[in-house]
């Protein structure tokens, strides 16, 4: 059994690691493509390397919103839960550690054979996230009385095929973001920026996109996104220094001078932002040639699923609008929640940063600068009610004083508790016969696309 538990956390610590595995997805694809060794190396090395560098620049990101959110706590009196994706992994650990990677490694795998065997061709590359979700089921499956086996039978079930159909529920979406590249969503708040495409194309006009607003040419060094997202953090930082006190945010500096820290943080913030854009164009300039084996030799029209941030280059002004919409849409919703006398959910700075941002990016491709903006605000109103209603399925474990934050995990815990409180064992298992009908009827029925909802322009006319 020990031996066993070694490789299982072996094959948890690689799979949960997005640079490997999107790294091993381009050495199949190049293999399957016979390319020369030399191009298999740097093919491989590049996303690597690229994704590594996609996760510097988040830490330098979320390294620097923490303070953040300290002084806005301090400085505007706010306590209460903040959502946390991590903190919650930490905690769950200690009690289903065996369960949550046993399930990883089956729902990856069962990612790979539903893309084969169905028309659902995503492959979901982001290990961390394939990880939270491993928690997450693991927790609720067990609080709705199933353990061992059965457990890891049904949570592997249901992560393989949730990895599969959340890239193809907004694919037209993520199409119209990437204008046709060929990539999916492959992160779990994909709910939340298929919304704010939804709410951006009725109440938006794609046509006034954010990257053409037009700037005053005395301006015109905002175009840099660096620049724009500098001057926009230092005053973010600045407010929040005010509003905490000179004396409270000394305690944070170190010595420093308590507005040269808040600035510096702003500035920081502004380099996490270009180290993401620069790892991002690494991964997509080796991964998507690469996966062209893949997809012509092993699993037939695959499509890569990969991280939020992945979409950052895409639309860099909607970044910008998204976190700021999604952020006040998160204020918004924790003064309903305390007027309603609910549970606290205090706007948590990174997951109103990568969601919001993503969903402005979203909201944009549909609905242009109001489509950002609107789509965005809906998407922290929704990260900041779902996770106040998860807490509860959570808190049978002695989760009760932290949540997820992103919008799937919500969604799918609420979901799979529900059935669980309503149905008991049978209710789930009912829920995991309609989730492989749900996989396996479209080979049954003719679809435009041989691979779901991946219609490029060129084939809908």
Known sequence: MSILTSILSFLRDVFSQPALLIGLMACIGLIALKKPFHKILTGTLGPILGYIMLSA?????????????????????????????????????????????????????????????????????????SFFMACLLSAVLGASGFSGIQLIIIGGIFLGAWSAISPAIGQRYTLKVTDGDDVA?????????????????????????????????????????????????????????????????????????????????GLNFAIGVTIVYSGVRMILADLIPAFQGIATKIIPNAVPAVDCAVFFTYAQTAVIIGFVSSFIGGI??????????????????????????????????????????????????????????????????????????????????????????????????????????????????????TTLNHIVEDEEN
């Open 185 to 265: 969503m492959g992160h779990f708040g994909s709910l939340g920026y298929y919304l704010s495409a939804w709410v951006g194309a009725r109440f938006g006009n794609a046509n006034h996109s954010t990257e053409k607003i037009n700037i005053p040419e005395k301006w015109g060094f905002l175009r840099n996104t660096t620049i724009s997202t500098a001057i926009t953090m230092v005053f973010f930082y600045l407010v929040a220094a005010i509003a905490a006190g000179p004396q409270y945010v000394s305690t944070l500096s170190s010595g420093m001078s308590p507005f040269l820290y808040a600035a510096m943080l």
């Open 57 to 129: 620049g988040a830490n330098v990101i979320s390294t620097n919103l923490t303070p953040l959110g300290k002084m806005i706590e301090k400085g505007f009196h706010i306590h209460g839960v903040v959502p946390n994706n991590e903190a919650i992994v930490a905690s769950a650990q200690k009690i289903l550690g065996v369960e949550t990677m046993s399930i990883l490694v089956l729902g990856l795998v069962l990612n790979i054979l539903f893309a084969r065997l169905t028309k659902y061709k995503y492959v979901f590359l982001t290990g961390h996230h």
């Open 332 to 449: 918004i919703g924790m003064l309903v929640l305390g007027l309603a006398g609910g549970v606290l959910i205090i706007p948590g700075l990174v997951p109103h940063f990568f969601c919001g941002a993503t969903a402005g990016i979203y909201g944009n491709a549909t609905g242009g600068r109001r489509g950002a903006a609107l789509g965005a605000f809906v998407n922290g109103l929704a990260i900041t009610f779902l996770p106040a209603l998860l807490m509860p399925v959570l808190g049978a474990l002695g989760f009760a004083n932290t949540t997820f934050g992103d919008m799937d995990f919500a969604v799918l815990g609420i979901s799979i508790g529900q059935v669980g409180h309503s149905f008991t064992t049978m209710g789930i298992y009912a829920l995991v016969l309609a989730t492989l009908i749900v996989l396996f009827v479209p080979n049954f029925i003719k679809t435009k696309s």
